[in-house]
């Protein structure tokens, strides 16, 4: 069999197997190279990374730590899939670091590649065309009342279903970066200028 | 076709087509559920963390974002294939401001996640039964002399072949993170306690 063929059997075999759940639940997987934007397009490119990823690496400081940077693998999302906010929510607990490290210092960052979504194709996941952002903020409760709740949830629990059965006694709360900096790479020479504003307005 | 026999027929051109080479370059991909070790000890699971993923998100304290914990998508090796030593070794760049951050403030964390090593099956990557490690300490130039810049270069140019290309203007340097604390959560319960003399005791 040609290169070629297998190439696209494998496709074919894969898209199959994810229709037929043989894939996990968490979603952000279905996407194509052609999906993601010109990478000219710093704010699209910002927003499709952070709506198609369904985890980042969650930075606070920690006083535990001698206020090292402490990193965490956190399951987040923007929006209910295709309805990307670009504004990351969490569900967190103050029994992990994370949650206690925010409520002392707000100072947070969230980081995510493109490495595993799967469009990086063979390049190394440093690679400057394998895209990666850095959205630097406050790490604060989201209590902007019952319609954020709403939002909050129903953004979380459709990509990470699992959340719904998450123990009610760990008193777990709807977390949300407020994002003050934005460092994209995603292709060449160096990180991309982009606003907030910029990335809050762009459309996806 | 029924499930199963679908499942096997995908995991077979997966193999293949990982052995034509039509899977990326970097290591670190070919793993079984059977080669996890059991989460029960912890210091095997975080040693095979960090030696089976190719990259992670390097932590540090942004001088240029107030002090905020800025989170970088960074390439790392802790030795060739099937030789991890624990230590992380990067290759990095001032042009880049996790050098410069490191420069100026040694504090930092590296966080991973088994997620992307494609061993948490179906769960998401927030389970806790989805592996992740944060080793804090300080990330300084590996400056231990000829030998331990040919660990550092052959650690990383064996998992990062493009390493070897990068632009010699951008002077990129060898260095390391002195690990002091380790934060691994391997299953329910919270973290596990681990010394940074057990993790670089353990044999893998």
């Known amino acids: 069999?040609?290169?070629?063929?297998?190439?696209?059997?494998?496709?074919a075999i894969?898209?199959?197997?994810?229709?037929?759940?043989?894939?996990?639940?968490?979603?952000?997987?279905?996407?194509?190279?052609?999906?993601?934007?010109d990478p000219k397009n710093a704010a699209a490119t910002a927003r499709?990374?952070?709506?198609?990823?369904?985890?980042?690496?969650?930075?606070?400081?920690?006083?535990e730590l001698g206020g090292a940077p402490f990193g965490n693998v956190v399951s987040f999302s923007d929006g209910e899939p295709g309805k990307g906010s670009g504004i990351?929510?969490?569900y967190l607990t103050t029994l992990d670091p994370?949650?206690?490290?925010?409520l002392k210092d707000h100072r947070a960052s969230l980081t995510i590649s493109e490495y595993p979504i799967g469009t990086c194709g063979k390049v190394d996941p440093e690679n400057p065309t394998c895209a990666k952002i850095t959205l630097t903020?406050?790490?604060?409760?989201?209590?902007?009342?019952p319609k954020e709740e709403i939002f909050a949830k129903n953004a979380l629990f459709s990509k990470h279903p699992e959340m719904k059965d998450w123990p009610k006694d760990h008193n777990f709360e709807f977390f949300k970066l407020d994002i003050e900096d934005i460092f994209l790479i995603d292709w060449f020479g160096g990180p991309k200028p982009l606003t907030v504003d910029q990335y809050l307005q762009a459309k996806l």
Request: positive net charge; without cysteine; aromatic residues 8%.
């Open 1 to 11: 069999m040609k290169m070629e063929a297998l190439v696209h059997l494998v496709s």
């Open 98 to 102: 994370t949650a206690r490290n925010a």
């Open 48 to 63: 499709w990374l952070v709506s198609q990823n369904s985890w980042g690496v969650l930075n606070t400081i920690s006083s």
């Open 88 to 90: 990351p929510y969490f």
């Open 14 to 37: 894969y898209v199959v197997s994810v229709l037929l759940g043989t894939h996990g639940p968490v979603y952000g997987r279905l996407v194509s190279v052609n999906d993601k934007p």
């Open 137 to 145: 903020g406050k790490l604060k409760v989201a209590n902007g009342g």
